[in-house]
């Protein structure tokens, strides 16, 4: 979170997280078409993309300042720790998409520790930072049972908020970013 010296803006940071493919850019395209005017800039580093939106929401928070929120992404083959670690770097919080093939439940799993790993070498934990998980492309596998997947990630029930979505509706009409979101402002 950083604020303007004269206190009239804040500027968040929510990171999309994830295995590599697992459908982060069309989240983050799907987010900023809910913004009308966003757009998404895309920058290379090494071999990964790094995506990222911006706008200031339209409405004033209760103490009267404007928010504005940066939503950054990786996508590609990711060959250095170190940039999931500078995606997190600054984040008040993030989404993490897992998609649901169970042929990518090993990578999700990988992804799911380096992101443990990562938020706490960054000095946060999934209790003090805004987190959601979303369980995406649950369409491509009929009887998805988000119950079991929990179980298989090891989430406790209740602790971290889960959303589903769908390849025809990949940020799943919003709810997990906007779950993040909302917790980000109530902590403002």
């Not at 999700?108 to 992101?115: I, Y």
């Amino acid at each position: 979170m950083t604020s303007r010296p004269d206190g009239r803006e804040v500027t968040v940071k929510v990171a999309l997280a994830g295995a590599v493919d697992t459908g982060k850019l069309a989240i983050l395209r799907a987010i900023a078409a809910r913004h009308g005017y966003a757009t998404v800039k895309e920058h290379a580093v090494g071999s990964a993309r790094v995506h990222r939106v911006q706008w200031t929401e339209p409405t004033f928070l209760s103490d009267g300042r404007r928010l504005n929120v940066s939503v950054h992404s990786l996508t590609g083959r990711v060959d250095y720790n170190a940039s999931e670690e500078l995606l997190l770097r600054g984040a008040d919080g993030v989404v993490f998409v897992v998609d649901v093939d169970p042929a990518r439940f090993q990578e999700s799993w990988d992804s799911l520790l380096q992101l443990d790993r990562n938020t706490r070498r960054n000095g946060y934990n999934f209790r003090s930072i805004a987190l959601a998980l979303q369980y995406h492309r649950i369409d491509r596998h009929p009887g998805f049972d988000p119950v079991r997947l929990d179980e298989r990630l090891g989430v406790p029930p209740g602790l971290i908020p889960r959303f589903v979505s769908t390849e025809g509706e990949p940020d799943g009409e919003g709810l997990a970013f906007d779950a993040v979101l909302e917790r980000i402002r109530e902590k403002l």
